[in-house]
T-cell receptor
């Protein structure tokens, strides 16, 4: 069974960084892209970027370049998203999702989400 | 950036009814649209990709159609577990990948 399990909720202060993990099971993370997205309260989903399947290069959405770092550890089938210089507007549920079908830019499955709350 | 607009925002229906949800793109995205179902506290689930292809394990009551700028998701006969938020996503012109704002399907 293909599954993505994310790390738990985080509360962080403005200006700090947060790192969210995503543990994959049931498939090899070197065979699929891993995407990251977020949804702030009352807002539509926002795309952050992805890490490629067969190499550790990334494609980060323009709005997040310089603040988002995507990495992975293939030895434990885990992917990570680190967001730096947090502001109150970064409060959101963050998701990882495997890229599947077509060119790998449809999302299936998703992790359960990680709530990141930025508050002083 | 391609903007996806979903309608209606909320729909109240009863189990057994047929429902059609709409997603309109601000410019043509050919057939490159997906639909997802999202229930509170759960991971979103891919239902339809490339406009009309059902994802693995998705029941036949879910169907997608459309191309260009207008797309629909149809549920032929609502089951109790279908009451959720549905949102669309395009991958034709990216970056950025963009999403609709969602339609909430609630029990009448």
């Amino acid at each position: 069974q293909v599954q993505l399990v994310q790390s738990g909720a985080e509360m962080v202060k403005p200006g700090a960084s947060v790192k969210v993990s995503c543990k994959a099971s049931g498939y090899s993370i070197t065979a699929y892209k891993m995407h990251w997205l977020r949804q702030a309260p009352g807002q539509r989903l926002e795309y952050l970027g992805y890490i490629r399947s067969n190499e550790d290069t990334t494609n980060i959405a323009q709005n997040f370049q310089g603040r988002v770092t995507l990495t992975r550890d293939t030895s434990i089938s885990a992917a990570y998203m680190e967001l730096s210089r947090l502001t109150l507007d970064d409060t959101a549920v963050y998701y990882c999702a495997r890229g599947d079908f077509g060119d790998g830019n449809w999302f299936d499955p998703w992790g359960q989400g990680t709530l990141v709350t930025v508050a002083s | 950036e391609i903007v996806l607009t979903q309608s209606p925002a909320t729909l109240s229906l009863s189990p057994g009814e047929r429902v059609t949800l709409s997603c309109r793109a601000s410019e043509s995205i050919r057939g490159y649209l997906a639909w997802y179902q999202h229930k509170p506290g759960q991971a979103p689930r891919l239902l339809i990709y490339d406009g009309s292809n059902r994802a693995t394990g998705i029941p036949g009551r879910f169907s997608g159609s459309g191309s260009g700028t207008d797309f629909t998701l149809t549920i032929s006969s609502l089951e109790p577990e279908d009451f959720a938020v549905y949102f669309c996503q395009q991958r034709y012109k990216w970056p950025p990948i963009t999403f609709g704002q969602g339609t909430r399907l609630e029990i009448k």
